[in-house]
């Protein structure tokens, strides 16, 4: 039972342009939701997070929002660099609980 | 946000050995959490370490497998035991503190079982 879910396992995109990584639950108790980027041999590195009673966080580049009602969040990144080249997991946590449910991750890929 | 020392970074073991695995957080801090991630996969969580008692485990995890301490506010430990080729995973320590929304993770052990 998947209850996060990255349904792209990977997104290639220009430098400059925009980049959107989505993700998808299914489990109503969840009550924060974060995005982790991820070098290789390195551990997940904390990007941004929102609460669910928010539609939308940003952070410089960064932007997650999130639409309660389709159980949906996306990570915008604009504008896009080479050093944003990682894989990105989508992850939620519990209500009333401090774990953490992830997705499967989406390797992102910038051209130059 | 606190900073997690991991090790070792990497090994390869023989099968029905076991391996632990450190994590030192720099500060004290209120839960500390191990994962997995198999090759291709997603994290799964293993088990939340308790300061001063038995670690919740998930689902599908069990303590003889994964015997996990946790004796002060700072330090945890993760054993794999009696490994076999299917453990072959990145392990993953991590850290909360209340109140605080960002977890912060270890760089990983890369174990590879022979």
């Known amino acids: 039972d998947q209850q996060v879910k990255q349904n792209s396992p990977s997104l290639s995109v220009q430098e400059g342009r925009i980049s959107i990584l989505n993700c998808d639950y299914t489990?109503?108790?969840?009550?924060?939701f974060l995005w982790y980027k991820k070098y290789p041999a390195e551990g997940p590195t904390f990007l941004i997070s929102?609460?669910?009673?928010?539609d939308k966080n940003e952070d410089g580049r960064f932007t997650v929002f999130l639409n309660k009602s389709a159980k949906h969040l996306s990570l915008h990144i604009v504008p896009s660099q080479p050093g944003d080249s990682a894989v990105y997991f989508c992850?939620?946590?519990?209500?009333?609980?401090?774990?953490?449910?992830f997705g499967q991750g989406t390797r992102l890929t910038i051209n130059p | 946000s606190a900073v997690i020392s991991q090790k070792p970074s990497r090994d390869i073991c023989q099968r029905g050995t076991s391996l632990t695995i450190q994590c030192q957080v720099d500060?004290?801090?209120?839960?500390m959490f191990w994962y997995r991630q198999q090759p291709g996969q997603s994290l799964t969580l293993i088990a939340t370490?308790?300061?001063?008692?038995?670690?919740?485990?998930e689902s599908g995890f069990v303590i003889d497998k994964f015997p996990i301490s946790r004796p002060n506010l700072t330090f945890s430990t993760l054993t794999v035991s009696n490994m076999s080729p299917e453990d072959s995973s990145i392990y993953l320590c991590?850290?909360?503190?209340?109140?605080?929304?960002?977890?912060?993770f270890g760089s990983g052990t890369r174990l590879t079982v022979v």
């Open positions: 370490a308790n300061q001063g008692s038995e670690a919740t485990y």
């Open positions: 489990n109503s108790m969840f009550d924060y």
């Open positions: 929102i609460s669910s009673i928010k």
């Open positions: 500060s004290q801090v209120t839960m």
């Open positions: 991590s850290e909360k503190n209340i109140g605080l929304y960002g977890y912060t």
């Open positions: 992850a939620a946590r519990v209500m009333g609980a401090q774990k953490l449910v």
